[in-house]
Each structure stands twice: as structure tokens, then as C-alpha cells.
């Protein structure tokens, strides 16, 4: 069999949707997973909304996910260029053919595309005019997710508009056609469209490529399809929020397909392995940010050390660059290390850890007052005070091993030690373990931390 090659043609709006970037792995998936390339091919005839802007929107994410593509813009390739906004050349020679064959008329300026078969004039109730109706036998599309389509156009249509522009079905066509591509994997919403592209593929003579239609995504909740104004709906916002691009397209390759097994997480080279359209589920998939959330949490908790640090490193200069300038390296580390199986989200780090990073951190009162009265708080910290002084801090379980000596001593558990302690060095009552806390933030500075808050009580 030849080379599979896929394309993904996203329209320059701005947005770069859930959606958009499901086509895009679909289709990255299946070239990845057959050998074959994957093309990228900006579909920008839209001259007066598309801007470059918008194209560097559609470049970061698809980076940004690791949908590296084989051909394209910025990559080059035979088959160029890949913006239609380019092409015009090309589909002047295409529509040449098209006239050449007699497919073509003029009317009201515009230049339609005449289907085969038999002509009447019927009036339209609902357009309210009379239409021109033509008997055309229908096109079969054996679309590889949907099985067997049958849809049948019965009047002409515009394919190049009275101010000279191609419309989408023809521009479509006509790169599909150039660009050899041999499978078109696209959204539901252009099922209803095959049938025109179909009509095109066999004026022009040229071999119709395979089809699969994905299914929908729709909201969260509720009814109907997911648009990109809904809560979390656009790949940037990710980005921003310091999610990670593997959680997010181990998400997105479950938003419609699975692996014939109850796996979800799963590295994507075993996703590529099994991936096939025929494995595309038919009904529409729902979107579920909890679920994203809790994949994005798996991913976080098992990165390695290093690529951690990398990862909240890379947040922390966006979202609380002073922390990092601050904070000693080594320091900073050992912080998010401390952190990490802790951790629901990149975005709520920097919150989380503040009060390793400042010795200005403020006393939740609630917790205060909970935890003061409760026992004899004072006594408490007085004795840990003591304890901190000379206990072997170099390593958890030696803090631990302290703290429950000094515990049992007084015929008391280590959690009448624990909360005070935590009050006293981070200001509230969650957080990492109070021995890792301990070690992490070293003997001096829990010890003055531990000194002011006894003294201000
Ligand atoms: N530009 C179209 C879109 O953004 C792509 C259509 C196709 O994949 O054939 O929906």
C-alpha cells in the first residue's frame, strides 16, 4: 500500500480549540502509527480574519502537544506551498480543468460546479424560489469510522464567489488532491460536506482518499457541542495553568478513542502502537476536566526529578518570577521535590509552597485558633523549641524518630506536636510532611520561625 499521508488544515481564527487539537493528534496518531506524514496545511483564504498572529497560535500548540509535522509551514516539503493564501496559481490551473471538462458555468458572477444528471425547476418551500434540482447518483463514502455513508447532492455550487475567491470545498479538494493525501481525518461537523468534496475528487479525476469523521466532543455539561467560548476549551489556557502536554494528549487521545482495554494512562508510543480508526468510537465523547485534571496529577507524580524541577521552574518564571530570582537553587529544588506527591496542578505550587520562600508569611487565623485551643499549644512549642536545637536533622527519619521520642516522653501523640509545629513554620495546616518541612527548611530557620511565633502568642 502507499504511504499514508494525513493532513491537518486548520482555518487561522485565533482560538486554538480541545477539538482542533484532537483532529490534529487523530491524525498525527494514525501517520505516526502507519509511517506515514503528516502534513500541516493552513486552510487562510479567509484573507480579512487571518492574520499571523493566528498562525503562530496554531505553531505553539501543536509544538507545545509535540504534534511535530513532517510537512508544512516552517517545515518545507515536495508538495508547497501549505497556506492556501499561496496557492492561488494552482487552483487557477484546477479550475481551468474543471471548465476544461464542462463542470463549470458562470452565474450572478460566481462560478459553480455542475453535477451530473438530469435538470428540473422545482420551487423550494423553504428558500421560498425556484431552485435548479438535478438527479445525481449518490456518493458512497465508506468512511472508516462512521462505516457506510450515503448522501446524495442534487444542486450545484459555488466554488469560486463573485469577488474571485475559491470557497472552502474547492480549495479543499484541490490541496487534498496535490498533496496526495490518502486519508482525510477530520471533524463531524464536515460529514455533510464529503459528498460535494466527493462530486470534485471525480470531476477532476482524481482518486477520492479514504474518510473518518470523528465524533463530536460536546460540554461538559449539558447538551451540544463543545465551542471554544466554554471552560476550558482553548489549548493556551493549558499552557498557561502549567498543565502538561502529555497528560493533556493522553486526555485528548481518550476523548474518542481507547485502547480495547479500561487503560487510560498510558505513554504515547504504546498509543501509537494500537491506535487505528477503526478503533475511533461512533458516539460522541464528553468532555471532563476532572478527568483531565486527575491525568495531568498521574503525569506530575511520576515525572522524574529533573524534568520536574524543569517543569516548575519553567512555571514559576511566569507565574511568581521573584521566587525563583530569590531562591537559592538547591533550596528551590528541594522545596518542589518535597511537593511533588502532594500535588494536584503546576498551578497551585506557588501558593502551596510560599511560606518556604519568604519568613513574612501570614498565620492563617482559622487555623489558629483551632489548633491554640486545643491542648497546651505553649508548652508544645516551648519543648519543640528545645527538641530543635540539638535533634539530628539529617534526614526525615531522623527528625521523625526526634519528634516521637519527644512525644512518647510526654505521654503524647506526634500529632499534638505536628499541628503546632506546622502552624508555627508554614502558618497553616496543609503541606508536605512536618519532617520533610523540617529538613528542608534546616535547623536555623525553623528555629526562628518556631522562636517569633511562640513569643508573639
Ligand atoms: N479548514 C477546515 C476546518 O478548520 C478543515 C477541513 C478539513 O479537514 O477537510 O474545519
Same mark, same amino acid.
Given at each position: 500500500m502507499a504511504q499514508v499521508r494525513v493532513r491537518f488544515a486548520p482555518s487561522p481564527t485565533g482560538f486554538f480549540h480541545i477539538g482542533s487539537a484532537r483532529t490534529a493528534l487523530f491524525n498525527w496518531l494514525y501517520a505516526r502509527h502507519t509511517g506515514g506524514v503528516f502534513i500541516l496545511r493552513i486552510e487562510d483564504t479567509d484573507k480579512e480574519r487571518n492574520s499571523e498572529q493566528f498562525l503562530k497560535v496554531i505553531y505553539d500548540s501543536l509544538r507545545w502537544l509535540g504534534l511535530n509535522w513532517d510537512e508544512g509551514p516552517e517545515a518545507g516539503g515536495n508538495f508547497g506551498p501549505y497556506r492556501q493564501s499561496e496557492r492561488a496559481a494552482i487552483y487557477a490551473e484546477y479550475l481551468e480543468k474543471l471548465k476544461a471538462a464542462g463542470r463549470t458555468y458562470e452565474k450572478d458572477g460566481a462560478i459553480w460546479f455542475k453535477l451530473l444528471g438530469d435538470r428540473s425547476e422545482v420551487y423550494d418551500e423553504h428558500r421560498k424560489k425556484t431552485v435548479t434540482k438535478v438527479k445525481n447518483a449518490p456518493s458512497v463514502i465508506d468512511d472508516r469510522i462512521r462505516g457506510r455513508v450515503e448522501r446524495t447532492e442534487d444542486e450545484d455550487f459555488v466554488i469560486v464567489r463573485?469577488?474571485?475567491?475559491?470557497?472552502?470545498?474547492?480549495?479543499?479538494?484541490?490541496? @487534498?488532491?496535490?498533496?496526495?493525501?490518502?486519508? /482525510?481525518?477530520?471533524?463531524? @461537523?464536515?460529514?455533510?460536506?464529503?459528498? =460535494?468534496?466527493?462530486?470534485l475528487f471525480k470531476a477532476l479525476g482524481a482518486p477520492v482518499p479514504e474518510y473518518a469523521h470523528i465524533p463530536l466532543i460536546l460540554k461538559q455539561n449539558g447538551p451540544g457541542k463543545m465551542s471554544k467560548r466554554d471552560q476550558g476549551a482553548l489549548i493556551e489556557e493549558y499552557q498557561r495553568r502549567g498543565f502538561l502536554p502529555e497528560a493533556l494528549v493522553n486526555f485528548l487521545c481518550l476523548l474518542g478513542w481507547n485502547p480495547g482495554d479500561d487503560r487510560e494512562k498510558m505513554p504515547i508510543a504504546e498509543i501509537i502502537r494500537l491506535f487505528d480508526l477503526p478503533g475511533v468510537n461512533q458516539s460522541n465523547a464528553r468532555f471532563d476536566e476532572k478527568k483531565l485534571a486527575h491525568m495531568n496529577m498521574a503525569y506530575l507524580l511520576e515525572l522524574p526529578a529533573d524534568r520536574f524541577i524543569e517543569r516548575t521552574l519553567a512555571y514559576f518564571r511566569k507565574a511568581s518570577p521573584t521566587t525563583v530570582a530569590a531562591a537559592d537553587p538547591g533550596f528551590f529544588r528541594e522545596v518542589m521535590l518535597l511537593s511533588q506527591p502532594k500535588l494536584k496542578g503546576l498551578e497551585e505550587l506557588p501558593a502551596y509552597t510560599a511560606y518556604f520562600f519568604t519568613e513574612d508569611y501570614s498565620i492563617d487565623a482559622k487555623v489558629r485558633e483551632k489548633v491554640m485551643g486545643k491542648g497546651d499549644p505553649?508548652?508544645?512549642? +516551648?519543648?519543640?523549641?528545645?527538641? /530543635?536545637?540539638?535533634? @539530628?536533622?539529617?534526614?526525615?527519619? +531522623?527528625?521523625?524518630? +526526634?519528634? =516521637?521520642?519527644?512525644?512518647?516522653?510526654?505521654?503524647?501523640?506526634?500529632? @499534638?506536636?505536628?499541628?503546632?509545629?506546622?502552624?508555627?513554620?508554614s502558618g497553616t495546616n496543609v503541606g508536605p510532611s512536618i519532617t520533610g518541612m523540617f529538613r528542608v527548611l534546616g535547623r536555623e530557620r525553623v528555629l526562628g520561625r518556631l522562636t517569633r511565633f511562640a513569643a508573639a502568642r
Open positions: 463573485s469577488d474571485g475567491n475559491p470557497v472552502f470545498h474547492f480549495v479543499n479538494v484541490v490541496d @487534498d488532491i496535490t498533496m496526495r493525501i490518502t486519508h /482525510v481525518i477530520r471533524g463531524e @461537523d464536515h460529514l455533510s460536506n464529503t459528498s =460535494k468534496h466527493v462530486e505553649k508548652v508544645r512549642l +516551648a519543648e519543640l523549641i528545645e527538641l /530543635v536545637k540539638t535533634a @539530628d536533622f539529617s534526614s526525615d527519619t +531522623a527528625i521523625e524518630e +526526634a519528634l =516521637k521520642a519527644l512525644a512518647t516522653g510526654k505521654g503524647l501523640g506526634f500529632g @499534638d506536636y505536628q499541628s503546632v509545629a506546622r502552624l508555627a513554620v
